[in-house]
């Protein structure tokens, strides 16, 4: 190492804004807020719960006891899909429904299963253990079916 090589270690300090001087008004800042105080530094995590404070409202006080993930939703079939499926003199239930691959449950449990309204009857069917809307519950019944 040579005298020439050596440089001086002098640093530049970044100015400091908002005490007057040179710079005016907002100084640098934009207008109010948080974001324009001194000794802001907003934490990530907190941005990202402020991005989504639009999708949290309307869940009322505890979110925890107003929303149920625990709830178990219904699978849903169609009379028009038992029509097409199923023989005349069917019976049908969870079990064969999830046999035939029309509904499935979730981690190999049986299904709960709620058959609805939508499409004409004309075959005599036996539901038994599912959940049936009263429109579908008259169709099956004027088919001649029975609904257990």
Known sequence: MQLHHLKSQTTRKKARIGRGGKRGKTSGKGMKGQKSRTGNSTRPEMRDIIKKLPKRRGFGKNRARTVNNERVRPMVVNLSLLETTFPTGGA?????LMNKGLVHGKG?????VKVLGTGEVSKKFTISGCQVSETAKTKVVAAGGTVL
Not at 92 to 96: E, F, Q, T
Request: hydrophobic share 60%; net charge positive.
């Open 92 to 96: 049908i239930n969870p079990r064969v």
């Open 108 to 112: 190999g449990a049986l299904a709960v």
